[in-house]
């Protein structure tokens, strides 16, 4: 049985970038390896939705995804705590 999380990735259309988005992407499946899956959006019964929005407007249509578990990353400090809540709940869940 595979108890980790299956989050499907997102992404804005880069129009105006503060950070590199897909680095970004990058650093949350390393640091999640072992914790969460990374599909993409179109395949089925994933837990949550990552956003990954490259800044604070987070102008990216997520209307379509409005019956999923949507989680927003637009900086550098959002998918820290991205991260730390991840690991935080694959910890507790042992």
């Known amino acids: 049985m595979n108890d980790k999380l299956k989050i499907g990735l997102k992404y804005c259309g880069g129009c105006n970038p503060t950070y ?9 499946t390393r640091e999640l390896d072992g914790k969460a899956n990374f599909v993409t959006i179109i395949e089925d019964d994933v837990d949550m939705v990552l956003s990954i929005q490259g800044c604070d407007v987070s102008c990216a249509d997520l209307k ?3 019956d999923f578990n949507v989680r927003i990353v637009n900086s550098i400090d959002d998918a820290e705590a991205f991260i730390n809540e991840i690991q935080k709940t694959a910890n507790s869940d042992k």
Request: proline share 8%; no cysteine; net charge positive.
């Open 64 to 66: 379509p995804l409005k």
């Open 20 to 28: 590199d988005r897909g680095l970004m992407a990058e650093k949350i």
